[in-house]
């Protein structure tokens, strides 16, 4: 059984810094960062293919986050940047069991795997 860990969440000031990690005990994944803020439906953040080489961000995000794998320690990085109050939400890390080595996914269906979320908050 897969498991996913996410690690990293807290309290900043907007403008401020985090860094999430998730660490994943299966074998290397295509993976992804979702988030869900209160009273909205969970979205898209960003998406690593499997073979680390390809990346996808949501627009609301691109320019502030990145996203990296270090495959020996399979582990997936979300370093946030330039952090908004708009950010606030619970990020979740997904894998996808594809075993393709050039895809990245942007829609939930495409993941099996889910973590079981860290609070971000982010004060103005």
């Known amino acids: 059984q897969v498991q996913l860990v996410e690690s990293g969440g807290g309290l900043v000031q907007a403008g401020g810094s985090l860094r999430l990690s998730c660490a994943n005990s299966?074998?290397?994944?295509?993976m992804g960062w979702f988030r869900q803020a209160p009273g909205k439906e969970r979205e898209f953040v960003a998406a690593i293919s499997r073979s680390g080489l390809w990346t996808a961000y949501a627009d609301s995000v691109k320019g502030r986050f990145i996203i990296s794998a270090d495959y020996a320690e399979n582990t997936v990085v979300l370093r946030m940047n330039g952090l908004k109050p708009e950010d606030t939400a619970v990020y979740y890390c997904?894998?996808?069991?594809?075993?393709?080595?050039?895809?990245?996914?942007?829609?939930?269906?495409?993941?099996?795997?889910w973590g079981q979320g860290t609070q971000v908050t982010v004060s103005s």
């Open positions: 997904a894998a996808s069991p594809s075993v393709s080595s050039s895809n990245y996914y942007t829609e939930e269906n495409e993941y099996q795997y």
């Open positions: 299966g074998r290397t994944y295509a």
